[in-house]
Structures are given as C-alpha cells and as structure tokens.
C-alpha cells in the first residue's frame, strides 16, 4: 500500500513538473524581439506610409482646388480631407517615444478649430507663409483648420468665400505645411524604428510598456473626450456637439471607428501581436477571447448608430451611444487590469474622469 501511494506521489510531481516545465518552454520560445520587430515592419511602417500619402493628395486636392475654385473641386479636396483624417486616426496608437516627446501628432489634428482666430488672421494683413504658419496655435492650423475652411458653409457659400485670396492663400499654406510636417514625422520614425526593435527594457521606457499604454491612452480619449464629455455622460448631463472631433465634417464616428480598428491591429498583429506574447504567458485564450468579444461589441455599437453622425446620434440616439461609450469602457478596463497584469505593464496614463 505504502510503494502504492508513493507511486502515485511520485507519478503527481512528474506531472506537476512536466506542466511546469511546458509552460516555462512556452514562455522562453517567444521572441519578444520579433514581436516588436513586426509591429513596426507589417503594421507601423505601412501606417506611416499610407498616412502620408493621403496628406500629399490632400495638398494636390487643394492645389488644384485653388487654381480652380468650383464645387467638383471643393467636394474632391472634401473626400481628401476624410481620408486624411482617417490615416490620422490610425497613427494615433503610435505616438510613443521621440514621436511623443516632438508634439508633432498634435500639429497634424488638434480638434476644436479656432473659428474666431482663423478668420482674423485671414483678415489681417499678416504675412501666410510657412513660418508664419508654424507660429499659429495648433487649433488654427492642421486638419481642424482645414476642416473649418472647407465644412463650415454650404458648398456654394465655400466656394465663394474663397474669392478671397487670402482665404485660398491660407488653405495652400495648411496643406503645404501638413506636408511638411509628415516629412518630419516619416523621418522620425526612420529613425527610430531600429531603437524600438532592439529596445529590450521592461520598465516604463520599455517598447512594449510604451505601446501598449500609448493603446490605453487613445482609448481614455475616445471614451471620455470624443464621445463622453460631447454626448453628456461624462463631467455634464448636457450633449454639445461642438466638443466633438470632426463635427463640422459630420465625421467623428469614421475617425473612432479607424481608432478602434488600428488598435485592434496593434493587439492581434498581423503576424505577431499582443495576443500571442499574452497567450505565451498565460497557456491560455481567456483573455484573449474576452479582447475578442470586447472588439465585436465595439464594432456592434458602432453598427447600432447606422452610419447617423454622433453630431446627430448624441441627442437622437443616445441609448446607442451609451452602449458605445460603455463597450468602449470595457475595453479600458480590460487593457488596464488584465493585458497590464499578465504582461508586467505600468499604465502610466490618469484617468479623464477618475473612474
């Protein structure tokens, strides 16, 4: 009986230590390195190049536009601007490092447009050139101003405020300088991108640490600043609409919806992503499953407002869009608590509204 249990004893530490064993293997075959390897060569990388592609054929649209001010003209710049914004959207996750530290994603967007500001410098007798540009608060310059400039009056009061040649001045200049300043983010990463592979620390300064709270923190903005605080669920129980990114182009729920989707492709990769190097810790899906429901009841809520702009949907909708706001919370907490705990990540970002 004794040679028995002892069998059976020895038979359970074999087997606890086989498990054991299994795991830690797991852990020590994946290449953390190639991870980061590949969020830059299959997902940053073509990212960046998209994006300043469309920022080039937003400057052709408005060159064009203002050799010849008519509304076919106007409308093609518009579709432009929407793509342009769209390739914003999806480089917003990677605003980490020397990118973060230049400011220079907030020169490309930074919504709000300064209505007020725009219009007396169009009026001054100030120089529009370049540098005079860049001296600009970032609200009167960028894709915001841009926006104004184009979505603010019916297409045919557009077309002939820019009779104005300072208006269209103006409008050449900010497209000039979005341009220049895509230039300067390509060649920030080129880089940097080596520096982001080879990064093998763990602590905040870490790549991983720092994209990964870079995805937290896009997310706190989507929750709270482009669609809490404007629909009223957060800091007010009063909707405003001109809190919203986008609202003079009715196109605020496109943007959210391009950050959702480059977040989503940050986490389950192309080749490599979050997931396996979580699933490599864990042994496990359950987490990786619960992202996935996450993900699908994002892009449900999303689906549920029917393509109506939040600009409408935040007073006519607003069922709908506190299931987003709530879906989109879930997420949060799942990258704060979860994806932080299994990959030893310090979320360095506060959040908007202390939940």
């Known amino acids: 009986m004794v040679k028995r249990l002892t069998f059976i004893a020895i038979l359970i530490v074999i087997i606890l230590a086989a498990a054991c064993s299994s795991e830690s293997d797991n852990q020590n075959s994946f290449d953390i ?6 969020f830059i060569n299959l997902i940053e990388q073509p990212t960046t190049t998209l994006f300043t592609q469309n920022i080039r054929s937003l400057h052709t649209t408005i060159t064009s536009f203002s050799n010849n001010t008519s509304i076919q003209n106007l409308q093609a710049v518009k579709e432009a601007w ?19 530290n230049s400011n220079i994603q907030t020169s490309f967007y930074t919504w709000g447009a300064d209505d007020t500001g725009i219009n007396a410098y169009i009026a001054s007798t100030n120089t529009i050139d370049q540098e005079s540009i860049n001296s600009l608060p970032t609200t009167q310059r960028g894709l915001s101003a841009i926006e104004f400039l184009l979505f603010e009056f019916s297409e ?9 040649t300072r208006r269209i001045n103006y409008l050449s200049t900010l497209g000039e300088n ?7 983010y390509k060649t920030l990463w080129e880089n940097t991108r080596n520096d982001f592979i080879q990064n093998n620390q763990t602590g905040i300064n870490g790549s991983m640490n720092q994209i990964v709270n870079q995805m937290y923190a896009l997310l706190e903005d989507i929750k709270s ?17 001109e809190l919203l ?13 391009e950050n959702i989707e480059s977040i989503k492709s940050l986490y389950f990769g192309n080749a490599n992503g979050l997931d396996d190097y979580i699933f490599s810790k864990t042994n496990t899906t ?24 939040l600009n409408q949907s935040i007073f006519n909708k607003p069922t709908e869009v506190q299931n987003l706001y709530n879906t989109i919370r879930d997420l949060l907490i799942l990258m ?10 310090t979320i360095t970002v506060t959040d908007n509204d202390g939940d």
Not at 33 to 38: G, I, K, P, S, V
Not at 178 to 184: A, Y
Not at 229 to 239: D, F, L, V
């Open 156 to 164: 045919q009061q557009t077309v002939e405020s820019f009779m104005n």
């Open 225 to 241: 600043l482009k669609i809490g605080e404007p629909a009223g669920i957060e800091r007010t129980s009063n909707p405003d609409s």
């Open 178 to 184: 979005l341009v220049s300043k895509s230039n300067i």
């Open 82 to 100: 929407k793509k342009a914004a769209e390739a914003f959207s999806s480089i917003e996750p990677y605003n980490i490092g020397e990118i973060k």
């Open 336 to 345: 704060k608590v979860d994806v932080a705990d299994v990959l030893s990540i």
């Open 33 to 38: 390195q190639q991870l980061r390897a590949d």
């Open 286 to 309: 359950e987490l990786n499953d619960e992202i996935t429901k996450t993900f699908n009841n994002i892009e449900s809520a999303i689906s549920s407002l029917n393509h109506i702009p």
């Open 245 to 257: 990114q986008a609202e003079k182009s009715s196109y605020s729920l496109n943007l959210i919806k």
